[in-house]
Each structure stands twice: as structure tokens, then as C-alpha cells.
């Protein structure tokens, strides 16, 4: 891997939270790719109030398979340990419960206490607006955390060093190679995935199905698997088998389950690469959503950009 990729993605331009982190990190990405070649596509979401810009690079009339890459970051957890199951949406919601809600229940509790038992019992003016200030300024905290976030400030392993992955494939590839590849960055990865939902409808409106290869958290971890939609048993397997450490890389088929809340749900053709621990029969990630999500084995990342590149380049 290039260094200076690698800092620049996880770094310089890793948090993608807000709108304007994201665009900053567009620029880059555009500059990055247009290096290669690749004409660029905006492919727009809207639900609500909330707004997704994926990009997609390459000629989609012509592309065969587009590696996709979630490049929003998550929001901070004030809670030790976040567990995510990059192949796993159901169980990734149900472990995200406590982390997200403990610390909201907590706040809530001290602004009651606040406002109910210990202002009524001040007599003085200055201290009774010292509390009166600090209660609301909690109640402000609260409901800012619960309906937008705060943004988390390192995302090493989710997703940016994905991202210095996937633009390292497309600096590697010949330029017959490029024309067949595509490359899609997709936004709003989270609840209800506005960035794969849209980027679906799009491929649909253009009748195309093109095979798409999703990396998510392929920083670190002993183990890597590789999660395929029903019908892809295939296209799992035959990726798996460029994987240059020849080791065995299990094949997870994703039910409907799995599916729920991810956003393999909106793909039909596709298969997703992840690296983590195994929590049972789960694939899962730690450190998301904190502070400690500043480790990367580059190692792990040089083997999934070969497996790609092994892939790519035996279906051209």
C-alpha cells in the first residue's frame, strides 16, 4: 500500500461525517481518480430530510464488475466497546442498542434531577441560573445526539482504509482493465441506506447488473470472510480463489436476516468482503464509533488488494 494514500484517507480526510468533511473528501477522490482515467457519475438520494452523494467512476455501459465502498463515517459512541457485524445488519442493531441509549438515559436522568430536585431547592439568583443554564444545556446535547450525532474522528478500519484500497486497485489496473471496472463510494450507510437504495435504482433505470465486490472494515482481523447474496455462491468462491495467502476464506451466505438493516439488502448481485473476529458464528469488528479505531494491519490490506486485482484481472 502507498503510504501516503493511506495517511491521506485516514487522516488528513478521515472523518466524512458532516457535508462538509464529505465534499472535501470528494475532491481528493476525484483528483485521485481522474488520474486513471475515470469519468465520474453523481448518483443522488433523497428521503426526507436526508440527502445521499454517491459517485460512481467508470462507463457503466460498460463496466462488468465495480468494487463499492461505504465512505461516510459513523457517529461517536460514548460507550467502551461498540460491536459491529460488518455481515450481520440485525445483530448490529441489537448490539448498538445499549451504546447508543445508556448515555442518552443518563443524560436524561441528570437534567430531571436537575430540573425537579436540586433547582427548586436554590435560593440563590446566580447559582439557580447556573443550573437553569446547565440543564438546558443538556437537554440541547441530547436531543442533538439522538437526532443528528456527533461525528467520530477516527475511522481507520471503517471505512478509510477501504477507501486507499479501492483507489489503489484502480491505479493498478491496465487501461482495457479500467473500462470494465467500476468503482462506487456510496453515502448514508446506515438505517435506511439511502446510498445503496439509490445507487440500486440506478443501476436499474441504466438496465445493467454489474457484479459488485463491497469492502467493509478490511483493516485488521484474524480472520476474513467473504459474504455473498443468494444466488452468488459463485462469485464468492471464484474471488476467494485469488486470495494470494491461499488460505481458506469462508464463503458466508447472507439469509434474510443477515440482510435486514445492511445494505447487501439492496443489492441482488454482490458479494461483500470483511475482516474481523469471530464472535461465534459472526464475523465481528471492534473500536467503531470511538476513538480506538486508529489500527491497521497493512499487511491484511496488500492481501485483499491482490485478491482483487488477481480477480479483476482474470475476467478481462
Given amino acids: 500500500m502507498d503510504k501516503q494514500r493511506l495517511e491521506r484517507y ?18 481528493v477522490l476525484h483528483k485521485e481518480m481522474a488520474e486513471c482515467g475515470y469519468e465520474s457519475t453523481d448518483i443522488q438520494g433523497k428521503r426526507l430530510f436526508s440527502r445521499a452523494n454517491n459517485v460512481l467512476y467508470g462507463n457503466v455501459k460498460q463496466m462488468k464488475q465495480v468494487i463499492v465502498v461505504p465512505y461516510d463515517t459513523p457517529e461517536k ?10 455481515l450481520n445488519g440485525s445483530k448490529t442493531i441489537s448490539k448498538s442498542m445499549v451504546p447508543l441509549y445508556v448515555p442518552a438515559i443518563v443524560l436524561f436522568v441528570v437534567l430531571f434531577v436537575g430540573v425537579y430536585l436540586v433547582q427548586p431547592k436554590i435560593s440563590d439568583a446566580m447559582a439557580g441560573l447556573l443550573v437553569s443554564s446547565s440543564m438546558f444545556l443538556i437537554a440541547i446535547l441530547l436531543i442533538y445526539n439522538l437526532l443528528h450525532g456527533f461525528s467520530n474522528r477516527k475511522n481507520y ?10 483507489v489503489e486497485v484502480a491505479h493498478s489496473l491496465s487501461k482495457e482493465e479500467r473500462a470494465k471496472t467500476g468503482f462506487l463510494f456510496t453515502d448514508k450507510n446506515k438505517q435506511y441506506f439511502l446510498g445503496a437504495e439509490a445507487s440500486a435504482n440506478y443501476f436499474h433505470e441504466q438496465h445493467k447488473q454489474p457484479e459488485l465486490i463491497v469492502l ?3 483493516g485488521k482481523g484474524s480472520c476474513m470472510q467473504i459474504g455473498f447474496n443468494p444466488q452468488n455462491r459463485k462469485l464468492a468462491a471464484e474471488l476467494a480463489k485469488h486470495d494470494p495467502s491461499k488460505t481458506t476464506i469462508e464463503c458466508v451466505k447472507l439469509n434474510e436476516t443477515m440482510r435486514s438493516q445492511h445494505m447487501m439488502a439492496y443489492f441482488k448481485k454482490a458479494v461483500m468482503v470483511a475482516c474481523g473476529e469471530l464472535e461465534g458464528e459472526d464475523l465481528c469488528v471492534l473500536g467503531t464509533h470511538t476513538g480506538k479505531d486508529t489500527e491497521l494491519d497493512e499487511g491484511l490490506l496488500d492481501r485483499v488488494k491482490k485478491m482483487l486485482l488477481g480477480y479483476l484481472k482474470h475476467q478481462s
Fill in 10 to 27: 485516514t487522516k488528513e480526510y478521515g472523518c466524512r461525517y458532516t457535508r462538509r468533511q464529505k465534499n472535501k473528501f470528494l475532491e
Fill in 157 to 166: 478500519n471503517r471505512n478509510s482504509a477501504a477507501i486507499a484500497c479501492a
Fill in 77 to 86: 459512541r460514548f460507550w467502551p466497546t461498540v460491536r459491529y457485524y460488518p
Fill in 216 to 218: 467493509d472494515c478490511i
